[in-house]
């Protein structure tokens, strides 16, 4: 759990992660040296599952990358200090987890507001590189699950991503290992006015772009891919607007 100034909201995301029904974790919280009073919240669960780092960093991706070294499980989950868990999420996908082929899990997401109302519930397609390619990250990375071999061969965080550090990765782990898809809401990504999504959108755009080519997206769908993703930043307002939310509660992605 990376984290930085997110006293608002970490307290819900710590409960999220140690009311799962599966005892055996570790909650690894990696903090940028907030001066919030996050450490107080963290500090109150007196929980001896939480391990507890606050050291400068040069960024998202870099206190991922230090966190995932602190780990020891044999599985590892992203969630942001701003996000949760949904109910039961361990134990929806952990009949993949103890299988022998499962290496890297997924399930669906929903979209709550800052004050924790559910906005809108994503159902996913399966992970495939074409369909990343084609568009975007469309699924949430604190809906996927990653055993920590495959993790350790697919390599750290790009620490020069701001954004699309998740997509980027979520590419190399696609090229190296078949995704399982579990149906069911995994885990919810909070929209609020402070998160980077609303204070930067167009950082997202200009990384996918980045990021894409990389990866090899032919010119022709990821200009295609782009000119939507525009679209969308333009009309977000309406797009997540309670009457548009009325009329479509849900979205396949």
């Excluded at 559910?118 to 469309?138: M, P």
């Excluded at 699309?164 to 190399?172: A, G, N, Q, V």
């Excluded at 069911?184 to 772009?209: C, M, N, T």
Aim: hydrophobic share 40%; glycine share 8%; charged share 25%.
């Amino acid at each position: 759990m990376p984290s930085l100034n997110s006293g608002r909201y970490i307290g819900e995301a710590i409960r999220s992660v140690l009311y799962q029904e599966h005892s055996e974790l570790e909650l690894v919280i990696q903090d940028g040296g907030s001066g919030d009073g996050t450490y107080d919240i963290v500090r109150s669960f007196d929980d001896s599952r939480i391990s507890w780092v606050s050291e400068t960093d040069s960024g998202q991706s870099d206190a991922l990358n230090r966190a995932i070294r602190r780990t020891s499980g044999d599985w590892i989950l992203w969630l942001n200090a701003d996000d949760k868990l949904a109910e039961g999420a361990f134990a929806r996908v952990l009949p993949h987890l103890v299988s022998a082929e499962g290496r890297f899990v997924h399930g669906d997401f929903g979209m709550i507001d800052a004050e924790g109302r559910i906005v809108k519930r994503y159902v996913c397609s399966g992970l495939t590189v074409e369909r990343l390619l084609r568009r975007g990250a469309y699924v949430f990375s604190a809906s996927v699950f990653i055993h920590r071999e495959l993790a350790m061969a697919v390599g750290d965080f790009d620490p020069r991503l701001d954004f699309c550090m998740d997509y980027d990765w979520l590419l190399r782990l696609a090229k190296a290992s078949e995704a399982h898809y579990e149906p069911g809401i995994v885990a919810y990504l909070r929209d609020h006015a402070e998160s980077k999504g609303r204070r930067r959108p167009w950082g997202f755009w200009r990384e996918q772009w980045t990021v894409s080519r990389r990866h090899g997206a032919p010119l022709p769908s990821l200009a295609v891919n782009q000119a939507g993703m525009a679209s969308y930043l333009i009309l977000r307002r309406l797009l997540w607007s309670r009457l548009w939310r009325q009329v479509r509660p849900q979205k396949r992605l």
